[in-house]
């Protein structure tokens, strides 16, 4: 579907969907467990829907009524052939890699639409082939084919590519018969480790990490079902809303919890660093306009910002300059380049310093005046929601920008365009 967007104000409450970070780490360890876990704060999208798809596959018993109740099924006995389908979503697809070993010796990853474009070899070949598995894959991307036993005492992973994969064998480690250690070289993303751990201590499972270089796991462990988990609000889909208010308005976001694990809650420094209004309650944050001016920020550790940033960073007066620009080509898109030429369309200026790993972001002065200008969303949910936010401030008030393929959104935010229209006025 195209979405229309025209310049508005912004008034209003809303609350902030599930983290997709946190539940798929709660299918996975509520999978390993025994009895039942009832999840509760679930909200669906087309990512959370994959993890569930690859938990029922390999055993889990899945009841969706008031709240989302999960029967684990731990990994006493193997299938002869596993086949997992991760639709478009990185993390399942890294996530649950190293987990389905535990559950057949024969295993095929396969997905649709930019998972297939997005790079396997370099994160996982190496470590599987460390644990005794045999990898394969198609020219570095999806399928991949697993085969073997895991084994493990010590294991050496590339960290630069990102902690998603290495979050699923810290996960599937502790079931091993014999201790592990994990050294980690240029970790990327580390709060999403502190996500991981903190959420396996919760089913009982121990993860010992000495400055994020170093992971010793404990082997012959179980996994217990906590009972109850609620799933708290996801920082990254409430990044652009948080960034409508300071361009447009005010907004309240509720579900948030300023001391969450989740990378992403530091949009609430890059808003602060850029003069807006930022006010922190116990489960909410309120954020309105003010003048907006130019802010550095680093963004190494929460790339998934980039597009809510370079929103803001067209809102302000003057050069912004955010680092981290290594960290987006292998997104949904090509995220560095698609900002560049999307942005582009509604008058912003982007540059890219490689050297110094910084994307340099130029504040529109003035609006301006497109006649129906079509932005191509390149089926990236972050790009539709941040053009579409951006634009709030950038448009005079009789144009206006056509988002195609809006309902991209649906991978993380399904209910993002009416969520955006409630608080616009």
Known sequence: MNIIVRPSGINGKTAAPCSKSVVQRVFAAALLSGGETVV??????????????????????????????????????????????????????????????LYSGNVTLNGRGSLLKRPFSGL???PFEQMGIAYSDTGGNLPVRLQGQLSANEIIVDGSGGSQFLSGLLMTLPLLPNDSVVKVLNLKSKPYIDLTVNLASKFGVVIDNDN???????????????????????????????????IAGTVEVTNLDYQSNQADRKIVEALE?????????????????????????????????????????????????????SRLSHKESDRAETLKSEFGKIGTRIDFDENADLMIVKGTT???????????????????????????????????IIIENAGCVNKSYPGFWKALDMIRY
Request: negative net charge; aromatic residues 6%; charged residues 25%.
């Open 40 to 101: 509760s704060g679930y909200t669906e999208s087309d990512d959370s829907l994959a993890a569930v798809d690859i938990i029922k596959n390999l055993g889990a018993e899945v009841k969706t009524d008031e709240n989302l109740t999960i029967k684990g099924n731990p990994p006493t006995h193997k299938v002869e052939k596993l086949e997992l389908n991760c639709g478009e979503s990185g993390l399942s697809s890294r996530l649950f890699a190293p987990l389905s070993l």
């Open 124 to 126: 996982m070949k190496s």
């Open 212 to 246: 994020y270089e170093t992971f010793r796991i404990a082997g012959n462990r179980h996994y217990y079902s906590c009972g109850k988990f609620n799933i708290e609000g996801d920082w990254s889909g409430a990044s652009c809303l948080l960034v409508a208010g300071a």
């Open 273 to 325: 660093s850029a003069g807006a209004k930022v006010e922190i309650e116990t489960s909410s944050v309120k954020v309105s306009r003010n003048q907006l001016k130019a802010f550095c920020f680093d963004a190494v550790d929460s790339p998934d910002l980039f597009p809510a940033l370079v929103a803001l960073a067209a809102n302000c007066e003057g050069v912004s300059r955010i680092k981290g620009l």
């Open 366 to 400: 003035g609006k301006k005046q497109p006649e129906n200008v079509a932005i191509n969303s390149h089926n990236d949910h972050r790009i539709a929601m941040s053009t579409a936010i951006g634009a709030l401030g950038l448009l005079d008030f009789d144009s206006k």
